[in-house]
């Protein structure tokens, strides 16, 4: 099976940067994608920022313009700047493929990372 380990959260002060990091183990047959998705306290999961196997690339209006996401093979970052309060969340990573013991793509998840953006 697949597994994902997040690094890079933390506390940071309005208009400065962070930088997430993901990246899989486990047989890995293909990645369809890799991206991050996002949860405030009380709200919804959303999606933040995605990359296709062929470096296509996806982003919440939100965060255009300040985010960056990149992959290699397996490992994926997100470059956050210029960030700000309501970015305050539980960052997920998110590989959408297939493992050794599936028989199709399926998503696979992160456990979370903080990151949190005083004013």
């Known amino acids: 099976q697949v597994q994902l380990v997040e690094s890079g959260g933390g506390l940071v002060q309005a208009g400065g940067s962070l930088r997430l990091s993901c990246a899989a183990s486990?047989?890995?047959?293909?990645?369809?994608?890799m991206g991050w998705y996002r949860q405030a306290s009380g709200e919804q999961r959303e999606l933040v920022a995605s990359?296709?196997?062929?470096?296509s690339t996806n982003y919440a209006d939100s965060v255009k313009g300040r985010f960056t996401i990149s992959r290699d093979n397996a490992k994926v970052t997100l470059q956050m700047n210029s960030l700000k309060p309501e970015d305050t969340a539980v960052y997920y990573c998110?590989?959408?493929?297939?493992?050794?013991?599936?028989?199709?793509?399926?998503?696979?998840w992160g456990q979370g990372t903080q990151v949190t953006v005083s004013s």
């Open positions: 486990g047989i890995i047959f293909n990645i369809n994608s």
């Open positions: 990359i296709t196997s062929s470096g």
């Open positions: 998110n590989l959408r493929g297939r493992g050794s013991t599936d028989s199709g793509a399926r998503d696979y």
